[in-house]
């Protein structure tokens, strides 16, 4: 049989079965090529979905800042249960290292949250209420200090002193809360509540720095109920801090 088969007819045979082979490659390599193609779209939404899960988690500076925001409420407990005297080592001790060290803290934390969305923003509210926060700080320090030392002579430049501080303290510490309170109700991906208590304390606590200001605003806020509502904002911040962040990671334009 195969003596009847010439050399052409062989030819001929070969280059019709490499050629069938050759059809049956493009047409593997283009499934390949396809298959690719649908593994690579596959990448971006589950890249996404893992950018979403990395913003979700829980980082350590969340907790410390949950910690702080609890400690924050307990030390403006002890506001409404320590006497008013000054001297007190406890008092002292509340008024100028537990509460602002807390504040500064909790502050910190919220400004790593922040700073996703809006960060030149972010940041100006944060060196705003650092700086209010040590501004009160010096004001707390002269007031105690001056109830101490009841010299005439003194009395007078420690109220001038007091004048500045707080005025500084007015024109930092409730605006740099204002763009916290702001930035976290405009946010898409943060928990909005806080923002809205945010912004009711930031009304009372510049009513209440604006008394010396305008005295008739002493019968509208006075420091026991300004205590209490930031008792209320604190733990609000406990469990803010410790919420996870929810949706994926967006940017305002």
Known sequence: MWANVGPA???????KLFL??????????????????????LEGPLDEVERS?????????DVIGSVASLVDA??????????????????????????????????????????????????LGFYLVISGT???????VLEESAALNSSPRDYSNATEIDILLE???????PFGLAIYAWLIGR???????????IGIQVVLLFISLSSSIFPWLNDLVTSQPLNVYAIIVSLAKTAWFLWPVAGTKRAYR
Do not use: H
């Not at 390949?32 to 649908?38: D, E, F, I, M, P």
């Not at 040590?134 to 707390?140: I, R, S």
């Not at 946010?187 to 208590?197: A, D, K």
């Open 74 to 123: 307990l030390a403006c407990l002890t506001f409404l249960v320590l006497p008013a005297t000054p001297a007190s080592g406890a008092r002292l001790c509340v008024l100028l290292l537990l509460d602002p060290i807390t504040c500064v803290i909790g502050y910190w934390v919220m400004y790593r949250r922040l700073m996703i969305e809006r960060p030149k923003l972010s940041e």
């Open 167 to 173: 005025l500084l303290v007015t024109l930092t510490l």
């Open 53 to 61: 899960n990395k913003v979700s988690e829980r980082s350590w500076a």
């Open 134 to 140: 040590l501004f009160l700080v010096c004001q707390n």
């Open 20 to 41: 069938r082979n050759l059809a049956n490659l493009e047409v593997v390599w283009s499934n390949v090529t396809a298959s690719q193609g649908k593994t690579e779209g």
């Open 9 to 15: 007819t062989v030819s001929v045979g070969f280059l």
């Open 187 to 197: 946010s898409p991906v943060l928990r909005r509540w806080l923002g809205f208590l």
